[in-house]
């Protein structure tokens, strides 16, 4: 399978936005839920949102809901992830990957990961 590809991140005030965007090919892609995630420095990976492949089941971490919202493209087969209200503590490499089945915020149900695209928000 095809590696994902992210995007999309660059450093920005707090407070700004940023869009992500992942971008797979359409074996990795089709039928499958993508997730996000984020590991900061020094602390594990953690959930921050999912989307089926229908785009009708999204699920979001609590810290980021209200401020992030996770879509898809399934035709250029790409998932987006727009951060907006942005704090220092959203600074973290965000990672895109895909799971059979339902959107899910366990890691481990996701596959295929990319590697990853930096984040920094500055004070």
Known sequence: ???PVES????????????????TSERTFSGYAMGWFRQAPGKEREFVAAISWSGSDILYADSVK????????????TVYLQMSSLKAEDTAVYYCAAAL??????????????????VTVSL
Do not use: E, M
């Not at 209200?66 to 087969?77: G, Q």
């Not at 089945?101 to 930096?118: A, E, F, I, K």
């Open 101 to 118: 089945g339902l959107p899910t915020p366990v890691s481990y149900r996701y596959t295929n990961w990319g590697q990853g695209t930096q």
């Open 66 to 77: 209200d401020r992030f919202t996770v879509s898809r493209d399934n035709v250029k087969n």
């Open 8 to 23: 999309g991140g660059g450093l920005v005030q707090a407070g700004g936005s940023l869009r992500l965007s992942c971008a």
């Open 1 to 3: 399978q095809v590696q």
